[in-house]
């Protein structure tokens, strides 16, 4: 079955570069959430996306933005990278609905040196 | 507002031993809740879910958990643990079955 794909895998950025983290979801899913994960740390929410507009904010940070395609691709841009970005970035999507769990993908690993 | 607390930062414990990792969550709402095993850097693999309907909720890789509301708890369990076992466990909570709020995770390690 189809799963949640992630790109890159790993990225190595310098400080005060861009990033640009893209998730591919479950097809059919219309729901995509960026969560973070720094080293030793849990998953903290970032941002969600439904049928392309946003549906919730985490503690996403303001260098940090992100939009959801036509094609329910989503992408995460981060600028101005700092050392504390250096984290695994999870993409989870969901189909709409009451009981419906979110996918999740295996991650982009994001290093900033 | 939801929060997890995965009171056990590591549990060692011998191949072939019983296991159990404890959840705590608190939520003025109904709950969805899920255990999700991640090995060395690798991503989360959900190892089980409570949705709805029965408590004793039975996952992949021989995992249980009980959802108890009143406790409001949700321990994972497993009768026999095996070397591969060994990860990093997270108990995770949401008012919805897909934005979730995660605990600090606790860390298996098995041994021989």
């Known amino acids: 079955a189809a799963g949640v794909i992630q790109s890159p895998r790993h990225l190595i950025k310098e400080k005060r570069e861009t990033a640009t983290l893209k998730c591919y979801p479950i097809p059919r899913h219309d729901t995509v959430y960026w969560y973070q994960q720094g080293p030793g740390q849990d998953p903290q929410f970032l941002i969600s996306f439904y049928e392309k507009m946003q549906s919730d904010k985490g503690s996403i940070p303001d260098r940090f933005s992100a939009q959801q395609f036509s094609d329910y691709h989503s992408e995460l841009n981060m600028s101005s990278l700092e050392l504390g970005d250096s984290a695994l970035y999870f993409c989870?999507?969901?189909?709409?609905?009451?009981?419906?769990?979110?996918?999740f993908g295996q991650g982009t690993r994001l290093t900033v040196v | 507002a939801q929060s997890v607390t995965q009171l056990d930062s590591q549990v060692p414990v011998f191949e072939e031993a019983p296991v159990e990792l404890r959840c705590n969550y608190s939520s003025s709402v109904s709950v969805y809740l899920f255990w999700y095993v991640q090995y060395p850097n690798q991503g989360l693999q959900l190892l089980l879910k409570y949705l709805s309907g029965s408590t004793l909720v039975k996952g992949i890789n021989g995992f249980e958990a009980e959802f108890n509301k009143s406790q409001t708890s949700f321990h994972l369990r497993k009768p026999s643990v095996h070397i591969s076992d060994t990860a990093e466990y997270f108990c995770a909570v949401g008012s919805t079955a897909s934005k979730l709020t995660f605990g600090t995770g606790t860390r298996l390690q098995v041994t021989l």
């Open positions: 989870a999507s969901s189909l709409t609905g009451i009981n419906t769990e979110a996918f």
